[in-house]
């Protein structure tokens, strides 16, 4: 398991006091093989040996290539806190895989819910330079593989809602000042009617952590590729340039209440002894905040994002090389942060 961040952890991005990353993903499926609802054991060893091929041989970059039932359960669980594959393909079983990139940047599902989900990950706000680059994996793959695909329908895939484009742009968000002010009602309202979804930490299923929130295209069926990218494109920002107004809106209006919040999450997660992963997203959401509101200078947002995954479960067992159970990890946790903020 790679020590590198990732250039999507990279705080480096276009409105990365905001968006923490763009990601776009793709749903393929080949011909002459069945969904993996429906696909036995044996074909679908098949198919995973056959599709590893394929990647190898494709020109989609520099990628390696790790078979997950192979793999620990404790590297896989690193992927998912990296979002390099989803929480449904590290619990998965039979014959599986990921081919990655060194940065991180791409990665390319074999045998999750479809037989291919092809996703690239971008530090900041960047849907066009996702676009591109996937659109030339997708293309590179196409050339080798015959799709499932349909005139009437598009390319088809096992569930109905990815039908048409298969594609997903998802923009990952930190909003603590909506939070704050209680406007993110107001902001799921506005989405909702524009057929985006509002989803948590770890997309579909689940619930935010430390004020981050995805923001993704619902329908993939009846509209191109351009037309997602242009609803992704033209609403984001919008929501980017409220949350900055909140921020300054508070920063102006109280003050002290926003330094007592920024600054009580710096003192305990330097100086706490337990505490948990919820918590620690909690404060660093505010501690992420006060280095944007330029309140803390000692911190730059790549050091914030990598203690948001170096505090991770998976991540912290990595780092302390055994498997901990939830209380020793609530410790190693602390062990970690007061190291990190001893420094400063």
């Not at 005139?151 to 594609?167: E, H, I, K, R």
């Not at 990598?306 to 991770?312: A, P, R, S, V």
Request: one cysteine or more; a negative charge; charged letters at 30%.
């Amino acid at each position: 398991m790679s020590s590198d961040l990732g250039e999507w952890l990279a705080g480096s991005g276009p409105d990365s006091d905001i968006v923490m990353s763009t990601r776009i993903r793709l749903a393929r499926n080949v011909i002459r093989y069945p969904f993996l609802s429906r696909i036995e054991d044996e074909e679908k060893s098949k198919l995973e040996r056959f599709l590893r091929r394929e990647l190898e041989l494709a020109s989609i970059g520099e990628v390696s290539y790790q078979n997950l039932d192979e793999a620990s359960q404790l590297d896989r669980d690193c992927l998912v806190e990296r979002h390099l594959i989803s929480r449904d393909h590290a619990s998965g079983r039979g014959d599986r895989g990921v081919a990655l990139e060194p940065e991180g940047t791409l990665s390319v599902m074999v045998n999750e819910e479809d037989h291919l989900r092809i996703q690239v990950l971008r530090s900041g706000f960047q849907p066009s330079a996702a676009w591109r680059h996937i659109l030339g994996v997708d293309q590179a793959l196409e050339s080798r593989l015959d799709y499932a695909f349909s005139p009437d329908f598009g390319y088809l895939t096992a569930c109905p809602s990815n039908v048409g484009t298969g594609m997903r742009v998802s923009v990952m968000l930190h909003l603590p000042a909506l939070v704050i002010t209680k406007k993110l009602k107001k902001v799921f309202n506005a989405v909702s009617k524009i057929n985006l979804a509002v989803r948590g930490f770890y997309g579909e299923g689940t619930h935010s952590q430390g004020d981050f929130y995805q923001i993704s295209n619902q329908i993939t069926l009846g509209r191109s590729e351009d037309e997602i990218l242009t609803s992704i494109s033209d609403y984001v920002p919008s929501i980017v340039e409220f949350e900055r107004n909140m921020r300054k809106r508070l920063l102006g209006e109280s003050r002290r209440a926003i330094e007592d919040r920024v600054w009580r999450a710096f003192g305990l997660l330097g100086q706490a002894r337990l505490i948990s992963s919820e918590e620690t997203m909690d404060y660093l959401s505010a501690v992420r905040m006060g280095v944007n509101l330029g309140l803390i200078e000692a911190l730059t947002i790549a050091e914030v994002n990598e203690m948001f995954l170096h505090t991770q479960p998976a991540h912290l067992q990595k780092h302390c090389g055994r498997e901990l159970d939830s209380a020793e990890r609530d410790a190693s946790r602390a062990d970690y942060l007061r190291e990190r903020f001893a420094k400063l």
